[in-house]
């Protein structure tokens, strides 16, 4: 006669969990409550009812010092028609798109060759990384400075080469890729960190066998590095993004949004709507807008992501 363990027994993974396991994992799942309350009430303090009143207001004309009544979608509305709101989004997509992509390209080949071994090489590393530990606010300064049409540094190189002096951030047509200047000084560093950790984690043979099978440097990154580095470069746009569109310190404390709008950015116009003309309403209608916009560039580079397969591409299981 042939017993069936499995009837018999019950499996592992198969049978009901006995009274006692039950009440042991309510138990423990109890223990967990202390520890996780506090969180959840931090969490709903600085996020939650923040974004509901920002919502509560957005929908309502209210000034400080003056009305307080409701709108409804009117703030919305008048969104539309704002030509200034409309020349905002136009300078933080130019600016982001660009302050993601010079810092990738720069950080990238800094990656490539402070990834080769020469002499000194942990102490150029050291100083390579220097810019992005400074403070925004003392970058603006020295900044500021470089930038003067007349005593600023950057006008004097020109000049040593026969370029006419610039007008920089004090000129309209120069603002943008000037404040995008110090945004890829600042940040190309951490696009290099990034793609160093990628390129020490890729395995000596597959170079091996291509210099066997007689490729050169370009047909080795092409087929080998780029595909590696992929995830990694990935990281590096989603970071470098998230801290491009929410760009204020530098923005503000070089040009202020100036020369007159030439500079000014979706989160340099709403500060100026809430806490310069102190209209609290309309300005929270800007920040959800703009929240609006983050989540859907957001949602667009994972869609890009899952579509690329950059993990298979990179060998990822």
Known sequence: M???LHAEFGSAAGRPALPKER???????????PFLVPALIVLTAITVVPWA???????????VGGTNEF????????????????????HTLFYTFL??????????????????????RGLVRGIFVLPMMATPVAIALVWTMMFHPQLGVLNYLLS???????????????????????ETWQWTPLVALIVLGGLAVIPREPYESAEIDGAGAWMKFRYITWPMILPFLMIAVIIRMIDALKSFDIIYAITQGGPGTASE???????????????????????????????AISLAMLVLRQKLHWNEMAGAP
């Open 2 to 4: 042939t017993i069936d």
């Open 23 to 33: 009440s042991h994992k309510r138990l423990r799942s109890r223990r967990f409550w």
């Open 53 to 63: 009143f920002t919502l509560w207001m957005s929908v309502r004309e209210f000034t």
């Open 71 to 90: 709108v409804g979608l009117a703030n919305y509305a008048r969104l539309l028609v704002d030509a200034r709101f409309s020349e905002a989004i136009w």
């Open 99 to 120: 302050s993601v992509l010079l810092p990738l390209i720069f950080g990238t080949l800094a990656a490539l060759v402070l990834h080769r071994e020469f002499p000194l």
């Open 160 to 182: 040593l080469v026969g370029i006419e002096p610039q007008g920089w951030v004090f000129h309209p047509a120069t603002v943008i890729p000037s404040l995008i200047l110090v």
């Open 265 to 295: 950015t979706i989160n340099i116009y709403l500060y100026s709507v809430a806490f310069s003309y102190y209209n609290i309403g309309y300005g929270s209608a800007i920040a959800v807008v703009f929240f609006v916009l983050v989540v």
